[in-house]
């Protein structure tokens, strides 16, 4: 395994981002358990999984509370994992395109740098809690760029309407999001069950979908409404749930089960 740690501008944002990229390259084990593996050749590329953080996360969540790499390895899938702030991955006016930039911006960049497919079938997009709306948010708007999309006790239901413990993190989000009295919140296109209507109604290929949440997630209630909407859209949705809270412990165990649902080629691909 390889993990390039990247610093890359982006004009979207304004500044400096950071990037981790997991690719699946030889390493020592291989040898000892004599697996074979090498580097690309010209014309191979590895399919990719978009991997987005949560609310107050960042690019290095995934690498830090998972196994990730371990992951990857087995299924020969390069991983992207960006920083996206408390941005609900959405263009915020006055604080940068968020949106533009994860969807458009950040693919051309990666794939311009490393042997990553630029083929839909070979992209996927996955994310936990905000990262879930991300996915979902990224699938239902580009259908033509993901295969599949993975949302892991999703931000899905409107934000506004969020119950926790500690409500406060969820309105400074929103408020920053959204404005101080939600003046930039249009539902058409901030809402999941709304792009999801305008998709369906498009005539496009909807992108195989995968949801799970907790049954003692705080947004469990959400996510059920949420699927429930999509299942009567007649969406290709998967939905799998266990025990379990907005907590690493629930997303490494799903993360497993979400990669051995995905349409992987676990090899190195012709491009």
Request: charged fraction near 20%; charge should be negative.
């Amino acid at each position: 395994m390889s993990l390039f740690e990247c610093k890359i501008f982006s004009k979207e944002i304004g500044g400096n981002v950071s990037v981790n990229v997991i690719l699946p390259l030889p390493e020592s084990s291989d040898l000892f358990r004599e697996i074979p593996n090498d580097y690309p050749t010209r014309g191979q590329k590895y399919q990719t999984l978009y991997l987005l953080h949560g609310g107050y996360g960042d690019y290095s969540d995934w690498q830090r509370y998972t196994r990730v790499e371990t992951y990857a390895k087995d299924h020969m899938l390069a991983v992207v994992m960006p920083s996206a702030d408390n941005s609900m991955y959405t263009n915020i006016p006055y604080a940068g395109n968020y949106y533009n930039y994860y969807t458009q911006e950040l693919p051309h960049a990666m794939q311009s740098i490393f042997p990553l497919s630029a083929k839909q079938e070979d992209n996927f997009i996955a994310g936990l809690s905000m990262g879930g709306y991300g996915a979902f948010q990224a699938a239902f708007q580009n259908p033509e760029k993901y295969a599949a999309a993975v949302s892991l006790s999703g931000g899905l239901a409107p934000i506004a309407g969020m119950k926790t413990k500690n409500q406060d993190h969820v309105k400074n989000i929103a408020k920053h999001v959204y404005g101080d009295e939600m003046q930039y919140y249009d539902a058409e296109q901030c809402d999941i069950v709304s792009m999801a209507k305008t998709l369906s109604k498009s005539g496009k290929k909807i992108p195989l979908l995968y949801q799970a949440c907790g049954t003692e997630d705080f947004i469990y209630e959400g996510n059920i409404k949420v699927r429930d909407e999509l299942l009567a859209l007649d969406l290709p949705l998967t939905w799998e749930e266990g025990p379990g809270i907005h907590h690493w412990d629930f997303w490494d165990t799903y993360l497993v089960k979400a990669l051995d649902w995905l349409p992987l080629a676990n090899s190195i691909v012709e491009e």
